[in-house]
């Protein structure tokens, strides 16, 4: 026999799905897209009022400033109380550890913990806590579609329902089913395809749930992710320079938080009890919203926006501070056992940082800055490559800047890649 290596054969080809196979799809997906966004607008829209009457109408009948040092720490230390009491006496104590999830979707979660979790979501997006809906209402969409579809179509698949509910999701909460379909695309890589067809047999189902999300949020709601900053053009070689530097630099602060985060758990989790728990985290939230001033409080959004319409109007030393604390406060909130999630809040850490080497450094680009720290920052926190590219360019919503951001990733994820991650398993050690 020859010494020479036989070739092997070439791979074979997916076999061919036909449309018959992928039409029934059609009404689960529009259905649970359609479900999916209504219900996350249901929950951010009654935070809101709730947010209006707790920072707002409260505070002026009383005479207090809407966000003095007293009511931030009063109202914070609140939050912590009403909380602790829904997951101390909610059924199911309103899910598990949030300290222990991802991005949601992992098992659904049985349907009698759901009104708990909807209720603490709800007061933590209205109280202030530095954590966004994604996370509990991820889980809460998934759970409602597994229940729900397997009643309704026995025979169907259990991993359908949630595969059709986080996108779905995730569709609602960007407003454009493109994120949904990066990270559905990078769920799948590596396992069994649940379609025995091509890539795009398996995304057909689950991007239309999330367009159907997407269109239902943006028709209602009309959400954007757009922060208006100048039009950048053409990138130049100290452009990319920067948007390396800043990116990696903001993955490494992000970093440090995410060693520190299953030390701060543990210092939590010795208090045994959630009415302890809580509110002692709202106290310190308060504190940090004392130091840190307003807009350190809530998911951050809408206050990226307001950085970012007059990048001007801060000095280094203040986006700074305003980085510092937002990070320490994402760190308790998601530690002592709010529940929430951390893609929001991070990206107001990693704009303020961006701002900050901006302010520090002239030559830096806004959007540049702004970007790469957003892109740094959420691949520490999250380790969600598809999601933190694509919230970075979306921000700036530049074509330009795609190329930079997408070269500016590779290095940040070097930092990151391997290493813990801000997700603890049951015995509080991180995940790698």
């Known amino acids: 026999m020859s010494n020479e290596a036989v070739a092997a054969p070439p791979p074979a080809a997916p076999p061919a799905v036909s449309a018959r196979t992928l039409l029934p799809l059609v009404a689960p997906a529009l259905v649970v897209g359609v479900g999916s966004s209504l219900l996350f607008l249901v929950v951010s829209g009654l935070a809101e009022k709730l947010q209006d009457v707790l920072w707002t109408d409260l505070p002026d009948a009383l005479g207090i400033g809407r966000y003095s040092s007293l009511w931030m720490i009063v109202l914070l230390t609140a939050t912590g109380v009403l909380v602790g009491l829904v997951v101390w006496k909610a059924p199911g104590h309103a899910g598990p550890d949030p300290a222990t999830l991802g991005l949601g979707g992992e098992e659904p979660l049985p349907p009698y913990v759901l009104p708990g979790l909807v209720v603490a979501t709800a007061l933590m997006l209205a109280g202030g806590p530095s954590l966004g809906p994604e996370n509990p209402i991820i889980a809460t969409n998934v759970a409602l579609a597994f229940w729900l579809g397997r009643k309704v179509v026995p025979k169907a698949p ?35 395809m649940p379609i025995r067809g091509s890539l795009w047999d398996n995304l057909f189902a689950p991007l239309l749930a999330a367009a159907a999300g997407a269109l239902t949020t943006t028709l209602i709601a009309s959400p954007s992710f757009d922060l208006g900053l100048p039009h950048f053009g053409q990138p130049g070689w100290g452009d990319l320079l920067a948007a390396v530097v800043v990116s990696c630099t903001a993955a490494a602060l ?56 007059d990048p001007e109007g801060w000095s280094a030393g203040q986006f700074a501070v305003m980085t510092v604390v937002k990070l320490a406060a994402l ?9 929430g999630g951390r893609i929001f809040p991070a990206v107001f850490i990693g704009a303020a940082f961006g701002l900050c080497a901006h302010a520090l450094v002239p030559g830096v680009n806004v959007s540049v800055g702004i970007a790469a720290g957003v892109l740094g920052m959420l691949l520490a926190i999250t380790r969600q490559g598809w999601v933190s590219l694509f919230t970075a360019a979306v921000l ?20 990151v890649t391997g290493r813990p991650q801000m997700q603890l398993s049951e015995d509080g050690k991180p995940l790698h």
């Open 158 to 192: 259990g991993a359908l329902w949630v595969s059709l509910a986080s996108a779905a999701t995730l569709g609602a909460l960007f407003g454009t089913p493109v994120a949904a379909a990066l990270v559905v695309s990078e769920a799948l890589a590596g396992k069994p």
């Open 254 to 309: 992000g970093m440090a938080a995410v060693h520190a985060f299953p030390y701060v758990h543990g210092a939590f989790a010795r208090l045994r009890h959630p009415m302890l728990m809580l509110p002692l985290g709202g106290l310190v939230l308060g504190l940090l919203g004392a130091l840190g001033g307003h807009l350190t409080l809530f998911k951050g959004l809408h206050e990226v926006g307001e950085l970012a319409a």
């Open 331 to 339: 760190l308790t909130a998601a530690a002592c056992g709010f529940r």
């Open 396 to 415: 700036v919503a530049s074509p330009s800047i795609l190329a930079l951001m997408c070269i500016a990733s590779l290095p940040a994820w070097l930092l």
